[in-house]
């Protein structure tokens, strides 16, 4: 386990604490068990979820490439992070190939659907 990754733990749960949450708060808020988050913020998850790590950045107000570096994931140079596609990302978790083409589609659908209302 890198030193990062064995802070993120304390750094949950003191961000957590510091935002006046319980457990079971953050896991009615975020649909995240509260024995995932236990188990998160004592360090015994070595792998923690990028779209777990989301959902605890979005909720604590924390930047979520701070908790993304602090979980030992590599994070791209904020300059060049396009920040709408780690939303998107961050919200549906790992995608297929397939089911990128399909988004791709059900999208340009919406748009074209938008514009004729215009």
């Known amino acids: 386990m890198s030193k990062e990754s064995s802070n993120l733990g304390p750094f949950l749960a003191s961000t957590r604490q510091h935002k006046k949450l319980t457990l079971r708060a953050v896991e009615a808020k975020t649909g995240i068990s509260n024995a995932y988050l236990s188990q998160l913020e004592r360090g015994k998850i070595r792998s923690p979820s990028p779209v777990m790590l989301r959902k605890l950045s979005d909720l604590y ?13 590599p994070v791209p140079d904020n300059e060049k992070l396009d920040t709408s596609l780690t939303d998107i990302s961050a919200r549906l978790g790992p995608v ?17 659907k938008r514009s004729q209302k215009k």
């Open 96 to 112: 297929t190939t397939d089911e990128v083409d399909e988004l791709a589609d059900y999208l340009k659908y919406l748009r074209t």
């Open 61 to 73: 107000d924390i930047p979520y490439s701070s908790v993304l570096e602090l979980a030992g994931y």
